[in-house]
């Protein structure tokens, strides 16, 4: 903001020096040119006359009468430009008038048609990054938290910092954290996609790069991600990120004790992080309940099931290929916004018609089961994003009560988000 008002009252100034100055330093060249040249037209005209007179073409006394008309205008053109002279040096005395008018009306119009608030903020928060940023690369995040920077703000500032500086790592693996923080999955693995080009043996620029991909796949590990997290663990032992990460993706796949014994080989090392042991711990602890309710409905009668059949009106069938995937995924209507039961398959025939239950969970915490009512919906995705994405075609959402015997419904793909 401080910027701001500097830059407004520089040029403020050079517009005052612009106006001014020529006031004061204009000398009236041009008048006083005009007086030589009148001077040497009389002195012309009066050697004509002379030779008139020695030529006999005119009399003395219409000599003398026509070197009087002459000299009476000689003095009449020295008039009229001393005249001429003396207004344009009275132009100076505009100076002291414009020295208050040029500022003050420049800062009246400025104010009342050129201000707006969102400049103001727009500066105040430049300001506030520039503090801020030092405190992000050293890593003192507890500052940065008392400054009041919101992602976004920050996003933006590290998107301007990295257009002048692309080979900062450091600043796309922040950008790659807050993009993380704010659940854009695809985005943040390209950030930290550059950061490692930049810096491969970083273990942190891995580790970021592996969460994204766990968060871009669903949750779901890969043989890919695996071995990275294997990789970390033999490189860094007593680091407890890989031990985490990875045991976090077995835990939201329902493998309770492959996790179960991630995390405690972790656990039982002598170096490792106080605070990461007991976060650990607990987690162990869920695991095991998690094993032992999954256990108990194992025994328990079947869940609720519900038979979708989608169908798509004849006119907009040729509008999706082979090449198209269907969704179909019930989700609790007054719960977390993750499905509950999941059905994922290309596009074939139409109509279709899938089973939804606890089978189908996307994790085994989370299931039809422990819901009274579920909204089912049904989504084709050209791109097989599992998330929503602008042009894929969804239906309209259908509520169903899980009275515990089998349901069916029908829905219909008609609509195309914008």
Request: hydrophobic share 40%; no cysteine; charged share 20%.
């Amino acid at each position: 903001m401080t910027l701001m008002w500097v830059a407004l009252g520089a040029m403020a100034v050079m517009g005052i020096v612009i106006v001014i100055v020529p006031l004061l330093t204009f000398r009236p060249k041009q008048e006083l040119s005009g007086d030589v040249i009148n001077a040497a037209v009389f002195k012309d005209r009066l050697k004509e006359l002379d030779q008139d007179l020695v030529d006999g073409r005119i009399v003395q006394s219409e000599y003398d009468q026509l070197k009087q008309e002459l000299e009476l205008t000689l003095l009449n053109d020295v008039s009229v430009s001393e005249s001429k002279r003396g207004k344009i040096h009275s132009g100076k005395w505009l100076a002291i008038p414009l020295l208050v008018l040029v500022p003050a009306l420049a800062f009246f119009i400025y104010w009342t048609e050129g201000y707006r608030v969102e400049i103001s903020e727009w500066f105040t928060t430049q300001e506030r990054m520039a503090r801020v940023m030092p405190m992000m690369m050293s890593g003192n995040f507890d500052a940065v938290e008392k400054e009041g920077i919101g992602v976004d703000d920050f996003i933006r500032a590290l998107q301007r910092q990295l257009q002048s500086t692309p080979d900062d790592a450091q600043g796309w693996y922040l950008l790659g954290v807050s993009y993380l923080q704010l659940q854009m999955p695809q985005q943040s693995e390209l950030a930290f996609s550059r950061a490692l080009n930049l810096d491969p043996d970083n273990v942190d620029y891995v580790m970021g790069y592996t969460q994204a991909t766990l968060a871009a796949n669903g949750g779901a590990m890969t043989p890919e991600i695996r071995r990275t997290l294997e990789q970390v663990m033999r490189t860094q032992p007593d680091n407890p990120k890989p031990y985490m990460t990875m045991g976090m993706a077995l835990f939201q796949s329902g493998d309770y004790a492959s996790a179960i014994e991630v995390w405690q080989s972790y656990v039982a090392r002598d170096q490792s992080d106080p605070r990461a042991r007991q976060l650990l711990q607990r987690s162990i602890e869920v695991a095991r309940k998690e094993m032992n309710a999954e256990d108990s409905r194992s025994d328990s009668p079947a869940g609720p099931s519900i038979q979708v059949t989608v169908s798509v009106p004849e006119g907009l069938r040729s509008t999706f290929s082979s090449s198209d995937v269907l969704f179909v995924y019930a989700k609790a209507q007054n719960g977390p916004p993750m499905p509950l039961a999941v059905v994922r398959q290309p596009v074939s025939s139409w109509p279709v018609t899938v089973e939804l239950s606890d089978a189908n969970a996307m994790t085994p915490a989370m299931t039809l089961s422990r819901f009274e009512q579920v909204i089912v919906q049904a989504r084709v995705s050209s791109t097989g994003n599992a998330i929503p994405q602008p042009g894929d075609w969804t239906a309209a959402p259908v509520t169903v009560e899980l009275q515990g015997a089998p349901q069916a419904v029908a829905v219909e793909i008609d609509t195309q988000m914008p």
